[in-house]
């Protein structure tokens, strides 16, 4: 039998390359790069499982640890047969690696890739390594997966940097329920969790520690292969129990509230039904942008005093009609505080310009004002327009955000900049529309004979009118159809 931990010098000390590398190999087999990061997870919680029942202090025989040496043991024309029990047997489990493994299938058909893929994975001890923790590998393949622009998958993928500087503004806690409706790989949630983690409050108990590892973390995601990934994200960053619920957040009302909410929604639109609206009566307005919708849907999953950070695309700070109302009632009802407006390029899908918009949740004033005294605009923006694949934003480039930002501090100590300065609720509302579309630093001057037009907003107007009046069609030809069916006939239309 091949010996399941090998020795330090065979293994694989830079496991990131040597397994994208292989996952190329298999491109030629008709294995996407994400079906590929689906094959890795099984076989890593395999293996991890496995480490946990051969570790000298507290070993665990936890169900189907010894299913790795068996696999390891089986001849490469069988190990597809029982690699695919495995699959079976784990996602049977009634616990978070069951959820895991749910409707896992064996996609390396292969036979000799697929016995070079469990070589490659037994190389690397994934457990008590320090400085490669089987997190950050996941992490880094995640990152390949996005910058592949052939994938698709970008859009579930919100650059690290960016994430760790707004955790870093929001300083989660123990004390709070954090919730991504949108978590994609899981980005925020573990970032959150890793920042709980490095601040543990000193003199917690163990029943305080498995709580946070169980409950204070938990996300929503439409897709679910991504779901999948989010929920071996988490796992393999320490959190015991993932939760992440696969369905549209959109559909209904939150069963579960939070004082933290962290999330970077789709761009664009994802269903069909949110082609027409979603039918939600606590949503302040019918749209068919979905980003418009989840801005609604992180208000009413707030608790009263609650908080949250949520990435948007430009059209959500300028899009009339439904999205007018929807700014209005977000600086009314919340403490709308801070926009930081990111370069063109952060996000991998083409031509993307994105925000983070931070806001809270207080309860109601008693003189009827709106709750929005200032919203604070940081234009990073205007400092540096855009970024390329080659050149991303690092995380020293949010260090002055960072600090101008003042985390933890009041924010009548923010210091106003060329960069960064605040907008009384007034004149935000008095704006055409409501718009955020906010700018500080101002725009370099361009030649006289091109002029300043933005292709981009124009586009993105023409959407939203586009929108509009397609549900407005859609609502008439409904009225129209109902009025000319025949008396007596009821039920649905068949045609429809």
Known sequence: MTPSTPPPAARDRDPVKSLWSFGNLLRDDGVSALEYIEQLTYLICVKIAHEQRHRILNPQRLPGSQAWDQLRATSPYEQGSFYEKILWDFGNRPDAIGRIFRKAQNRVSDPLKLSRLIDLVDQHYWTGVPGLPPGAVFEALLGRVADDAKTGAGQYYTPRPLIDAVVRCVRPTVDDTIIDPACGTGGFLITAFDYLIEHFPRGADRARRAQTDEDIVSGNELVETTARLAMANLFLHGVAQPRVVVGDALLSRPERHATLVLTAPPFGRGSVIADYGYSRYDLWAATANKQLNFLQHVFTLLDIGGRAAVVVTDNVLFEGGAGAEIRKRLLHHCDVHTLLRLPTGVFSAKGVRANVLFFDKPAPRTDGRPSTRRLW??????????????????????????????PGRSREERDETSWFRPFDVDELLSRDGCELDLRVAPRQTEPATEPDVDLYRIAEDITGELRSALAEFTALADALRVLGRPSGQSGQDPTR
Do not use: C, G, I, N
């Open 377 to 406: 605009v940081y234009d990073m923006r205007s400092r540096q327009p855009s970024v390329t694949k080659t050149a991303p934003l690092a995380e020293t480039d949010y260090l002055d955000f960072v600090a101008a930002y003042r």
